[in-house]
């Protein structure tokens, strides 16, 4: 349903986003991840038609972005921007009231009152915009984009200045867009949200350094080593434990060893813990926090898949 093609974006002489490239189908979320200032704002802007790149080509549900078929395009979008931008002296209500008038939307007063439901928002709805924590106003700012609801999301920090009861409904509503055939890219500088949230994870710095799902990511940064959980001190096995890995690291009752085959040595490992009495409460692959592959890729430092090439 999106396609963004090289796209690049350049105010006078400085770069924001360069050659980037990426497909969002139907029923998926794609979760944008970059430092301050790598381009995730100005890539949603673009896909938004708000702003122009510089070159490149963007296709929205079989249509590309022009300055002819903008108008249509950005109709079947709902687009949460950096800051909220409401109307300040018309209350909660008269925001939304006003956009569902612009958007055409039938029935508009029962789907401004789920989503003022929502959000939380029923006590404010005759509150004016000026007057709104930070909170409130993204909640409804977040309403403001899911009136008329959109074939399309593109949403710039949604979760943000929002408390954490908010923050479940609003994964619950994507959830649900997702499963109505919506597209959905939202930048996010919430790792835990990312990996919790989006079926591909984009992570830019200017330009597209990585684009898959978390796990896929994370196994990037697989290191090999098997974590193995027993129900004593791991130091009554060490004799046994430094056969298959002369440098395991054991902490208390968690062993982590390094096997040259994983998959064909654990086994092997397994049995022979068994048969000096270990008694064995877990084995998995010890695989890497998106945190941490995240920082290997906005830093450049190789990842294990990335050496092997």
């Known amino acids: 349903m999106i396609q963004a093609k090289r796209l690049t974006r350049r105010f006078g002489s400085q770069v924001a ?3 980037v490239s990426f497909e969002v189908g139907a029923a998926e979320i794609v979760a944008l991840l970059g430092p301050n200032g790598a381009g995730k704002t100005t890539t949603l802007r673009m896909l938004a038609g708000l702003l122009a790149p510089t070159s490149g080509a963007i296709t929205i549900d079989g249509v590309q972005l022009t300055r002819r078929t903008g108008a ?24 939304l009231v006003v956009y569902a ?20 928002l029923g006590s404010h709805a005759d509150a004016r915009a000026a007057e709104l924590s930070k909170g409130m106003r993204q909640k409804t700012a977040i309403a403001r ?56 994870v984009a992570v830019i710095q200017k330009r597209l350094v990585a684009l898959d799902s978390p796990d896929s990511l994370r196994r990037r940064l697989t290191t090999g080593r098997i974590i193995v959980r027993l129900s004593r001190d791991s130091a009554a096995y060490v004799d046994t434990i430094r056969r298959f890995d ?12 390094r096997l040259g085959d994983p998959n064909a040595d654990t086994p092997g490992l397994v049995r022979a813990l ?10 998995r692959q010890e695989v890497p926090a998106l945190e941490d592959v995240y920082m290997h890729l906005v830093r450049g430092e190789p990842t294990l898949e990335s050496g092997r090439s």
């Open 17 to 19: 986003v360069e050659d």
């Open 72 to 95: 249509v395009i950005r109709s079947k979008i709902g687009f949460l921007p950096e800051a909220p931008g409401l109307w300040e002296r018309l209350t909660v209500r008269e925001n």
């Open 101 to 120: 008038g612009l958007y055409g939307l039938h029935e508009a007063e029962k789907t401004i009152e789920r989503l003022l439901d929502i959000f939380g």
């Open 145 to 200: 984009a899911l009136l008329h609801a959109p074939r399309i999301l593109l949403l710039d920090e949604p979760t943000s200045g929002l408390d954490p009861e908010v923050i479940q409904s609003m994964r619950r509503l994507l959830d649900e867009r997702r499963s109505a055939g919506c597209a959905i890219v939202l930048s996010t500088h919430n790792l835990d949200e990312a990996s919790r949230l989006a079926d591909r």
């Open 246 to 257: 002369v440098t395991a690291a054991l902490d208390n009752g968690v062993v982590a060893v």
């Open 274 to 283: 068994v048969e000096v009495g270990a008694e064995i409460l877990e084995v």
